[in-house]
């Protein structure tokens, strides 16, 4: 017989089970570059630009958090996406507007390594609980694998 804490460890496990394995923890997938963050930030605004997808922005953190006096490492945000896909899950849940258009993270790690994170759009789904909108998250999903393949090794 469950008792309450087992049952609970249970529908955690269950939930943690329909997630891609590399965003079972918390929607965000890392995968590694190939390049440096200069060149890893401009293959992915090439792709993207190439792909048709409206690049709104490019944030530099880490000279925003040394222009407050903080020393950060190499922070990159990428800010892009297609009205026309992303507008779907809004029409489903306005408050999904959070996590429109895409946010694509370029960083460096302290051995140089350069990263891209985004958010998992299924984990964007869960968290909206949008549950009629399955291909345009699944196309979601397949255009960001696309554009940080441009980069991976």
Known sequence: MFNRRTLTMALAMSALAVLPAHAANNGVVKGKSAYKM??????????????????FAEIDQAKLAADAGITLGPSTLLIFGNPALG???????????????????????????????????????????????????????????????????
């Open 87 to 153: 507008s779907q899950f809004m029409t489903s849940n306005p408050s999904s507007g959070i996590d429109w258009p895409v946010r694509l993270l370029v960083i460096e790690d302290k051995n140089g390594q350069v990263w891209t994170v985004y958010n998992d759009f299924g984990y964007i789904a869960r968290r909206h609980g949008i549950r009629n909108r399955g291909a345009a998250f699944k196309m979601a999903s397949e255009v960001i694998a696309s554009i940080t393949s441009s980069v991976k090794k």
């Open 38 to 55: 200069a060149e890893t930030i401009d293959r992915l605004k090439k792709d993207v630009a190439a792909k048709g997808i409206t690049f």
